[in-house]
Nanobody
Framework: VQLQASGGGLVQAGGSLRLSCAASGGTFSSYKMGWFRQAPGKEREFVTA????????RYATSVKGRFTISRDNAKNTVYLQMNSLKPEDTAVYYCAADSRSISYYSAYAYWGQGTLVTVSS
């Protein structure tokens, strides 16, 4: 499975961005999908995840109520709508995929290349 993340950029605090992650080479509808992020000098952290059907989602406490994950299985794409962005959301955002029924918060076999989100104050 190949994952291509896009949509990052520079935005002012309080603004919005939508990230996309296009998948190819696998059966997208059988994968749970996740977004992670890594800020400079910090470890990669879980942001959000969605089940293969889209019927179940998980969010990190820090983004709950501001970020929304969704997917379009017909387009082999998962989205991350980010609203009310804060400077502490600045990071490289990675999408990830896995077909196993394990934790939403870890154990992802496939990773995209990352897209940089910078939130200015």
């Amino acid at each position: 499975v190949q994952l291509q993340a896009s949509g990052g950029g520079l935005v002012q605090a309080g603004g919005s961005l939508r990230l996309s992650c296009a998948a190819s080479g696998g059966t997208f509808s059988s994968y749970k999908m996740g977004w992670f992020r890594q800020a400079p000098g910090k470890e990669r952290e879980f942001v959000t995840a969605i089940s293969w059907s889209g019927g179940s989602t998980r969010y990190a406490t820090s983004v709950k109520g501001r970020f929304t994950i969704s997917r379009d299985n017909a387009k082999n794409t998962v989205y991350l709508q980010m609203n009310s962005l804060k400077p502490e959301d600045t990071a490289v955002y990675y999408c990830a995929a896995d077909s196993r029924s394990i934790s939403y918060y870890s154990a992802y076999a496939y990773w995209g290349q990352g897209t940089l989100v910078t939130v200015s104050s």
